[in-house]
């Protein structure tokens, strides 16, 4: 249970960065209508995304399969985002609280909400134009990880919950855009735009799950932070077996290793597992992950993207790749 003054000493802080986060949200955003999806399947576009996952050429089939594999995933957690900022909307409705007043918290989870349901489009757009694949599974596990939120609590214990479950993939999705941002400074690339704009969205995705976690999961009872724990375990368990499922999907479609050998997947293990591991403490407090960086992370990120931020990103060296990865289409 709640009591009635729980929220009261953070809800001016909480409207107020939100109105701040959405307030170019109409200006700075994304559409699939606004890509030309004739330069998304090239052979330009398969030589680059070989650069981003291999460093070099020569591997197109296997980071096409890898980043099918991974937006096609990426497009059902985001899918699955959506749904839950809708439910959570639905049960503030008549909780009127502190935070929960005005237009300031509904609009911020409406525009999330939004933004991630054409984020899964354009993601199986993509997807569709670069392999000419689609990975399906059985109802993509929809109604178990959905079953995680019809519970009984608080939506603010599942709004901080499903923010931390989308933290940790946003994160990762970050360096990846300052990857291609390195590797492709002109963005004359297909997926160097799409990871651009869809950067926009996720920027202030990101400064929302910021908010729930610095700011109203501390005002959550002990009780109420642990179910946060909890859910949190629950969905990441699920999305897991996900990934398993997309995985071996994506195998079977398109014939091809795309794990072994691959950098950038090995990158990518590593900085999940690093983020997920550490933005929880043993205590309970919540760290974003520009806090949890140590030197190892630090250079691990540095060297493959150019940056020794996720979120605050301060530009170093560039990365070094082949002097014409831009191409022509």
């Known amino acids: 249970m709640t009591r009635p003054d729980q929220f009261d000493g953070i809800a001016e802080a909480v409207r107020s960065e939100l109105a701040s986060v959405t307030r170019l949200a109409h200006i700075n955003t994304f559409h699939p209508g606004a890509f030309d999806w004739a330069e998304a399947g090239t052979q ?9 996952a291999y460093g070099e050429r020569g591997h197109e089939a296997e980071a096409v399969a890898y980043l099918t594999k991974e937006l096609a995933q ?64 059985d109802k993509a596990l929809f109604d178990e990880r959905l079953d995680v939120f019809r519970t009984d609590d608080h939506p603010y214990v599942k ?47 990101v400064k929302i799950d910021h908010v729930a976690m610095k700011l109203i999961y501390p005002a959550l009872t002990a009780e109420q932070q642990q179910r946060v724990r909890e859910l949190l375990d629950q969905i990441e368990e699920l999305n897991r077996k ?10 079977q479609l398109l014939d091809v290793d795309f794990v072994t050998g691959n950098p950038a997947a090995a990158v990518q293990l590593q900085m999940t597992k690093a983020f997920g591991g550490k933005v929880f403490a043993e205590d309970g407090t919540l760290y ?14 540095t060297e493959f993207s150019g940056v020794d931020r996720v979120h605050a990103a301060a530009v170093m060296p560039p990365v070094k790749v082949p002097s014409t990865v831009g191409g022509t289409s």
């Open 288 to 301: 974003t992950v520009d806090e949890i960086l140590d030197e190892e992370l630090t250079r691990l990120i």
């Open 44 to 52: 330009a576009e398969r030589e680059f995304v070989s650069v981003v």
């Open 159 to 205: 709004l901080v919950a499903l923010c931390c479950s989308a933290y940790v993939g946003e994160s990762v999705i970050t360096v990846f855009e300052h990857r291609t941002d390195a590797l492709d400074p002109d963005r004359a690339r297909f997926f160097t735009r799409l990871l651009h704009t869809h950067g926009l969205d996720e920027a202030r995705h």
């Open 74 to 137: 990426l497009a059902e957690i985001e899918r699955h985002v959506s749904t839950v900022m809708a439910m959570v909307m639905g049960e503030l409705h008549d909780l009127r609280d502190a935070i929960n007043l005005g237009h300031e918290l509904h609009n911020a989870l409406s525009c999330f909400a939004a933004e991630e349901i054409q984020h899964a489009n354009t993601f199986y757009r993509y997807v569709r134009a670069l392999s000419d694949a689609e990975p399906r599974v």
């Open 242 to 251: 996900l990934a398993a499922t997309f995985e071996e999907r994506t195998r």
